[in-house]
């Protein structure tokens, strides 16, 4: 199986995009500033591709998904609602895609907790599990797993740094939810 990959520059850092020819599969930041992990990003990353595209081969390439994912995150952080979505090749369990298509419904500007999301899936048990899944998305900002907090308030657990969770909930004007919890941060 053959995928490509080429980084993209964002104000939160470069991220490296990797595609197959069904679409993106993978989107992790280069390096955690906060904490200098460049190495162990890029083995997480390496780690989850030999996983779900066993035997792939990645070439250094501009692909159209590739080129798509650049145009919808410059959208993104322009505050330009991005005028199509990123077709999406996410492998991954089948609790976890589930949780995955939800984030998907989460609008901009909207948070819900993890037992929200637990509810919203039909597993209203399952909010740990949630959160796992969360933590275990491929194609973060893409997937907003941002938009999900804790129901105590804050901004809880981000696989890409709080920092940068912090900055994706402010530029999307939720972050005051988020620090001032009223929940619910969505109509019902």
């Known amino acids: ?10 104000p939160l850092g470069t991220m490296i995009a990797v595609a197959s020819e069904a679409g993106l599969c ?21 780690a989850r591709l030999r996983r779900h595209f066993p035997g792939h081969a990645i070439e250094e390439a501009e692909t159209p998904v590739i080129a798509g994912t650049r145009l ?4 993104y952080f322009a505050g330009v609602a991005p005028a199509s979505g990123v077709p999406l090749d996410q492998r991954g369990g089948e609790f976890e895609i589930r949780v995955w298509r939800a984030l998907l419904r989460i609008p901009a500007g ?6 929200e999301v637990a509810e919203a899936i039909g597993a209203p048990r399952a909010s740990r599990s949630v959160g796992s899944a969360c933590g275990a998305n491929p ?6 797993c941002h938009r999900v907090v804790p129901a105590a308030g ?5 696989g890409l740094g ?8 402010r530029r999307e004007g939720s972050l005051e939810q988020v620090e001032h919890p009223k929940r619910a941060t969505h109509p019902h």
Do not use: C, Q
């Open 72 to 75: 919808w995150l410059s959208s």
């Open 162 to 169: 709080p920092h940068r969770k912090v900055e994706l909930l």
């Open 154 to 158: 804050g901004v809880g657990n981000y």
């Open 139 to 144: 194609v973060p900002i893409v997937v907003p």
């Open 110 to 115: 909207e948070t819900r907790t993890y037992a």
């Open 1 to 10: 199986m053959r995928l490509w990959r080429a980084p993209i520059d964002t």
């Open 26 to 46: 993978a989107l992790e930041f280069t390096e955690d500033r906060a904490r200098g992990r460049k190495a162990a990003r890029l083995d997480r990353l390496e």
